[in-house]
């Protein structure tokens, strides 16, 4: 120990300097400042799932918008002397029994089907914003009264009621959108009033209240940076849900009617002619698992990435 | 306790009600009949009046509403317009059987494959038990049911030809349904349980039974896995859910007669009686089961009595 001292000291006091002590630059941060998104971002990336799926998802996305485009046919172009061809170098990924091209409308398909879930994610959360955040802002008896509203809302079966809906309206995009959303609104809206309610009586917006800040700057720059990664994320699982119910009734026979594709319809057009013609029910069943997954993978990664009280 | 069990039953009054009011002027709206028009057309005058007057259809409207709460409070769900000459009563009651086995089958092959893998998941936590687990609860959420029943049916019935893959003519039957409808249930129920198990083994009372020099092994079962398990009583209701939405698809899919089959056929049928009465039917039993879910939690975990929620 002894021997150890006497080494560190040998350095001689020359190299030293005096550098002052000054009061303003004690107490300054010297990491450079991060906003909260930054610090998301630079989580994200560290995710190698979350990653890889935001590719995946990107590349489904160019293709469904440029798949259909890059051979002759259409979607709904019917060929009777091409039926139920396997895959080959003409029809990529075979025809079906009309003689229509897989590839062409595998990917316009997918595309109708994303649109359908975006859209119905997008609406859900306009209209779950504006009802949560009413109720959290009004309270007392407004509150009471929205609140009763969702109760009786959350007690019927989602899906029994997009069915008898999709019943009474024409069957068609605009019906399955305005179906999801009815029901789907409801989550969204008891997330935003629970974040709020929560936020209202947080002690942060009690100290941005003490330093002078006006509702306006409250609710801007403090209660909506943080509501606002709790809807994304939900909106993030929003969309494969709503894939899925898409799907679902499609293949029940209550979604979209031929000759329009959609991921549901292509499935339920595949199981039909599973027994001999495989590939039909494959293409379309590995679009929506691949779809299913990235999103649920990059749900998961974004809400570790974004959610505080998440991170372990 | 009372007062709370008096008052959810109330709501749950309520909400049954609607239900049944708006699930009823909703089929009064729809375009088509389940009666075959033409030869309705052909009928004599007499003889069409008669027809519908057997179904009540003659009266206004709102005696027909009437009627139809009126008999609902006596729970008669009326008589369904395709199937002749039936009740819908008498048709859940024929069809129930083969919805019940698959559900409850289901549920005790997710909550038990589903249990263990959570746990193993969060004992051997960042092994490759672990990963293969978290890859169990991704892809079982992520595939859709009927796209997995219906590779199943290929391969595994078809290809494979270990399992029938449709009717309903034995114990054999049950299994790929019951599989296509299981893995979501273990998906979810095994990601849940591995996250609670995990929050469990950092506690303080883990740190002080293994310092105790109770084995791993105890510490590990009669410690953690009780505390980890009780939470998994509340994901109880979308896993009813799920199953619910399922058995619409995958009855037909395996061709079952069940009441999700029954009720995707009468939708096609436009069978107006019986798919109110399945609505309902559904509605009062996801209730109910979220009404009992809640009071087991209460009971099970002494912390959440009910007046302690919000």
């Known amino acids: ?312 | 306790m009372k007062r709370f069990i008096f008052l959810r039953l109330v709501n749950i009054i309520i909400t049954l009600f609607i239900i049944a009011t708006v699930t009823f002027f909703l089929m009064k709206l729809l375009p088509g009949s389940p009666f075959d028009e033409e030869r309705l057309s052909k009928l004599s005058d007499e003889a069409r009046l008669e027809f519908l007057a057997k179904y009540g259809l003659d009266q206004p409207v709102y005696v027909q509403y009437a009627k139809y709460i009126g008999s609902l409070i006596k729970g008669d769900l009326g008589i369904s317009y395709y199937y002749k000459g039936q009740t819908v009563n008498a048709l859940i009651k024929d069809r129930i059987g083969p919805s019940m086995l698959l559900g409850i089958q289901a549920v005790i092959l997710g909550l038990s494959v589903g249990i263990i893998l959570g746990i193993i998941a969060a004992y051997r936590h960042n092994t490759i038990w672990d990963y293969f687990t978290m890859l169990v609860a991704v892809l079982g959420v992520s595939i859709p049911n009927f796209v997995l029943a219906a590779i199943l049916q290929f391969y595994v019935g078809l290809q494979w030809g270990l399992f029938p893959v449709a009717y309903w003519e034995g114990y054999q039957h049950t299994f790929l349904p019951t599989i296509s409808l299981g893995v979501t249930v273990i998906a979810i129920i095994a990601r849940f349980t591995r996250n609670e198990m995990l929050e469990v083994l950092q506690q303080d009372y883990i740190l002080t039974a293994q310092s105790k020099g109770i084995s791993e092994c105890a510490v590990l079962i009669k410690h953690a896995i009780r505390n980890a398990l009780i939470p998994v009583i509340t994901i109880l209701g979308p896993v009813f859910v799920s199953l619910l939405t399922g058995s619409l698809v995958i009855e037909n899919i395996f061709s079952i007669p069940g009441i999700g089959s029954l009720f995707v056929d009468s939708i096609k049928m436009n069978d107006y009686t019986t798919i109110m009465g399945l609505t309902l039917f559904y509605s009062a039993f996801f209730i109910l089961t979220i009404l009992i879910v809640d009071l087991l939690y209460g009971i099970i975990d002494p912390r959440i009595r009910i007046h302690g929620r919000e």
């Open chain 1, 1 to 312: 120990m002894q021997n150890m001292k006497k080494k560190e000291v040998e350095i001689p006091a020359k190299m030293f300097k005096i550098v002052g002590r000054k009061e303003e630059t004690l107490e300054e941060i010297k990491r450079s400042h991060l906003t909260g998104w930054q610090d998301g971002w630079l989580r994200l990336k560290q995710n190698k799932a979350a990653m890889i799926s935001l590719f995946v998802l990107l590349m489904i996305v160019i293709l469904s918008i440029i798949g259909p485009h890059v051979n002759t046919y259409t979607y709904q172009q019917t060929n009777y002397d091409a039926v139920y061809l396997e895959p080959n170098s003409d029809h990529w990924l075979g025809t079906d029994k009309f003689g229509r091209d897989q590839w062409t409308r595998l990917w316009e398909g997918t595309r109708i089907s994303l649109y359908i879930a975006v859209l119905a994610a997008l609406l859900d959360i306009l209209i779950g914003i504006t009802y949560g955040a009413i109720s959290a802002f009004k309270g007392g008896k407004v509150d009471h009264m929205m609140q009763r509203i969702i109760e009786i809302l959350v007690g019927i079966p989602n899906l029994i009621i997009i069915i008898l809906l999709i019943m009474m309206m024409k069957p068609g995009i605009t019906t399955i959108i305005i179906a999801m959303v009815i029901t789907g609104w409801v989550n969204m809206a008891r997330l935003v009033r629970g974040q709020i309610f929560k936020l209202k009586n947080a002690e942060y917006i009690l100290a941005a209240r003490a330093l002078g800040a006006d509702g306006r700057r409250i609710i801007i720059g403090h209660m909506l940076p943080n509501t606002l990664g709790i809807i994304i994320i939900n909106m993030m699982f929003t969309i494969p849900s709503a894939i899925f119910t898409e799907a679902f009734l499609s293949f029940i026979g209550l979604g979209l009617q031929e000759p329009l594709a959609s991921l549901g319809v292509l499935i339920n057009d595949g199981f039909q002619a599973m027994r001999n013609h495989f590939y039909l029910l494959a293409f379309p069943s590995i679009v929506i698992v691949s779809l299913m997954v990235c999103f649920n993978l990059l749900a998961d990664g974004l809400r570790d990435a974004f959610d505080p009280k998440m991170r372990n």
